[in-house]
Nanobody
Framework: QVQLVESGGGLVQAGGSLRLSCAAS????????MGWFRQAPGKEREFVAA????????LYADSVKGRFTISRDNAKNTVYLQMKSLKPEDTAVYFC????????????????????WGQGTQVTVSS
């Protein structure tokens, strides 16, 4: 049984930073790309960032490029999302997800390729 547990969310002022973590269990985590998505109130879930199984490839949404950094530690079965220069529009529930295809060479910003999801962690950025 695959389990993903996000942590690190909270309330922060605009311009501040947070680091989200996603701990994975129940699968050979290191074989799969991982992604972060977010869902703001009243909006659809959207892609934030993704990282390939070996950290060789990363991808970011334009809205977070240059402010967010995705990384992973396969020895700890954990993926991170470092968020800096946060803006009120970054307020959302952030979800991590596991790619359904092992050893994918590229990362894909589409929900349908991710088949396991965490429960999410709330990030609130005040102005």
């Amino acid at each position: 049984q695959v389990q993903l547990v996000e942590s690190g969310g909270g309330l922060v002022q605009a311009g501040g930073s947070l680091r989200l973590s996603c701990a994975a269990s129940g699968r050979a985590f290191s074989f799969y790309a991982m992604g972060w998505f977010r869902q703001a109130p009243g909006k659809e879930r959207e892609f934030v960032a993704a990282i390939s199984w070996n950290s060789g490839s990363t991808l970011y949404a334009d809205s977070v490029k240059g402010r967010f950094t995705i990384s992973r530690d396969n020895a700890k079965n954990t993926v991170y999302l470092q968020m800096k220069s946060l803006k009120p529009e970054d307020t959302a529930v952030y979800f991590c997800a596991v790619d359904s295809f092992e050893f994918r060479r590229t990362v894909i910003p589409t929900e349908r390729v991710y088949n396991y999801w965490g429960q999410g962690t709330q990030v609130t950025v005040s102005s």
